[in-house]
């Protein structure tokens, strides 16, 4: 099976600007969840999908939002981009809402 | 509040010697207990679950309700362990947030 595939891997932006990052769950999983990865903050839970619902979310500004669509797959986005949100923007799916998560490889998102 | 407690961001380690990463949680109930490894240049991966009670690379993790603590051992490091390790329990099924990871201990391996 493929794994956990996140577009783009690397993406540079300026303050004020909007991204989207898109994920592809393994075949099957229906959860996908995203987190934030900073060297300070280590993981942080940004948002869970589930059968294309937002299960949870976690405790970031209304800037961050996401979808999943009817094929499981998922998108982030962030507006109004500020330096602060420079992170590695992980993707992973599991096939329930419980137990073991799959990982992408990550969006670098670099805000100048 | 912190959740999940990673108390060492670095960790070095003599190969040879043991390794004992240590992970306490403040959480009601059960959670599953997870740990997860980042090896360098390589994805995000589980390395073991409590549940499962198995060594994964020589690893084990001991759940101590009593203490709270869900803690990484491995009697006799090997230079190939050098890596990124978060503790994360599923607290999914109490009505929040997915797994929820620690900080994250960097673990060095001295030749």
């Known amino acids: 099976k493929a794994g956990v595939t996140q577009t783009p891997r690397y993406l540079i932006k300026t303050r004020g600007q909007q991204v989207t990052l898109s994920c592809s769950p393994i075949?099957?999983?229906?959860?996908v969840s995203w987190y934030q990865q900073t060297p300070g903050q280590g993981l942080q839970f940004l948002f869970e999908?589930?059968?294309?619902?937002?299960?949870n979310k976690g405790n970031f500004p209304g800037r961050f939002s996401g979808r999943q669509f009817s094929n499981s797959r998922s998108e982030m986005n962030v507006s109004t981009l500020e330096l602060g949100d420079s992170a590695l923007y992980l993707c992973?799916?599991?096939?329930?809402?419980?137990?073991?998560?799959?990982f992408g490889e990550g969006s670098r998102l670099t805000v100048l | 509040a912190q959740r999940v407690t990673q108390p060492e961001k670095l960790l070095s380690v003599f190969k040879g010697a043991p390794v004992e990463l240590k992970c306490n949680y403040s959480?009601?109930?059960?959670?599953?207990l997870f740990w997860y490894v980042q090896y360098s240049r390589q994805r995000l991966q589980l390395l073991l679950r409590?549940?499962s009670r198995e060594s994964i690379k020589g690893f084990t993790a001991d759940l101590n309700k009593g203490e709270t603590s869900f803690h990484l051992k491995k009697p006799f490091a090997q230079e190939e362990d050098s890596a990124m390790y978060y503790c994360?329990?599923?607290?999914?099924?109490?009505?929040?947030?997915?797994?929820?990871f620690g900080t994250g201990t960097r673990l060095t391996i001295i030749p």
């Open positions: 992973a799916s599991s096939p329930k809402t419980s137990g073991e998560l799959f």
């Open positions: 075949s099957g999983h229906r959860s």
């Open positions: 999908y589930f059968s294309e619902t937002q299960r």
């Open positions: 959480y009601s109930g059960s959670p599953e």
């Open positions: 409590h549940i």
């Open positions: 994360a329990p599923d607290i999914s099924n109490f009505g929040n947030e997915k797994l929820t």
